[in-house]
């Protein structure tokens, strides 16, 4: 149970625009898990295609030049829909990071990671989507508050949030109705906490956000917490787990740094029943509050900017390229004077 003046704290902080002081980071950047120039890890992953459902999808997983390359498939057929691979590992605890890095050069397409904090073969998912650039290779931060719980592709809405200490399975899957050949390679997977100010920023609101809504705090005290604290891109999508809203965020996902600059946070908004947030998953009455809030009809497919100030800066009926949102915030006056503001201190 939350301690209230833990909360009052927080909120108290994030209402007067600033997060906590951050404390003093001993923890490494970088932590090393996965380097596929050893052969040993290569050979390790396991394709698991629809196949399993009577789908066509295939797929294979072979050596590159120091990495490990995925090359098939994917077929929308005998309704298939998704090519996948799974590696069984039991990942030491990373309570103290932030997310996961992978170095990746892929086809233009967008990727699922996957992972599981059990055993199982069947249980749940946490997934997030990124974003390749065709035959370039980059460097993708996949944060674990944006990852979101599935089972057989639907979302878990009761789900409790992810245990970044019991790691078991990790997977990278091709779907959201991509059909066609795809290739991705992946030379490692590493644990990353970023030590600078702006990411360390980015936890203190993420917790405090994040024990607001495990507290039960209602839409008001959620949204007042956030106001000239933070943006918001908010991908309302008609229904959970939507393969436009999931590409969008593939798109957003593999700029997070910038995102982070920008003091710019993705919140999920799935049909009027369910949404994600700092890690958490949000109630009927959050969605349907936010939704009317910010004047997004349940029935439409929109991605809304909301500025600091809690008013929407502009819409979009399509997925929106992040340097478009970037263009779009880098001219707001307030966006300037925290950069000059940055420059100074």
Do not use: C
């Not at 050596?63 to 996948?84: C, Q």
């Not at 005290?221 to 969008?248: F, K, N």
């Not at 993705?266 to 349907?288: F, K, P, Q, W, Y």
């Not at 997925?319 to 915030?329: H, R």
Request: glycine share 10%; hydrophobic share 45%.
């Amino acid at each position: 149970m939350i301690h209230v003046s833990v909360l009052v704290l927080a909120l108290a902080a994030m209402l007067a625009g600033s997060a906590p002081e951050p404390q003093p980071d001993t923890e490494p950047a970088v932590m090393t898990l996965f380097d596929f120039s050893h052969t040993d890890q290569v050979a390790a992953w396991r394709p698991i295609h629809d196949g399993v459902m009577g789908g066509l999808s295939s797929g294979g997983v072979s050596e590159g030049d120091g990495s490990a390359r995925f090359t098939g498939v994917l077929s929308l057929e005998n309704n298939g829909g998704f090519a996948s691979f799974r590696l069984g590992a039991r990942l030491p605890d990373l309570t103290e990071h932030d997310g996961l890095r992978l170095r990746v050069r892929g086809d233009g397409q967008v990727y699922k990671l996957s992972l599981r904090t059990d055993g199982a073969w069947d249980g749940v998912s946490w997934q997030v989507n990124f974003a390749t650039t065709t035959d370039t290779w980059t460097t993708v931060d996949v944060p674990f508050e944006d990852l979101v719980p599935t089972w057989r592709g639907r979302l878990v809405d009761k789900a409790q949030a992810f245990d970044a200490a019991r790691i078991r399975q990790l997977g990278l899957m091709i779907a959201e109705k991509q059909d066609g050949p795809y290739a991705l390679e992946v030379s490692s997977i590493d644990a990353s906490r970023r030590a600078d100010p702006i990411r360390a920023g980015v936890r203190s609101r993420s917790a405090a956000l994040a024990a607001a809504i495990d507290a039960g705090a209602d839409v008001g005290r959620v949204t007042a917490a956030l106001r000239w604290s933070e943006r918001l891109l908010v991908v309302a999508a008609p229904a959970d787990l939507d393969a436009r809203a999931s590409i969008q965020v593939g798109h957003l996902i593999a700029r997070s740094g910038d995102l982070a600059d920008r003091e710019l946070r993705i919140v999920n908004l799935m049909g009027d029943a369910a949404g994600r947030i700092a890690g958490r998953t949000l109630s009927r009455e959050h969605v349907r509050s936010l939704r009317a809030a910010w004047e997004l009809p349940a029935d439409e497919w929109i991605v809304a900017l909301v500025g600091k100030d809690g008013g929407v800066k502009q819409r979009w009926s399509a997925i929106v390229e992040p340097d478009e949102v970037f263009a779009l915030i880098d001219v707001m006056p307030m966006r300037q004077r925290e950069v000059a503001e940055r420059g100074t201190s």
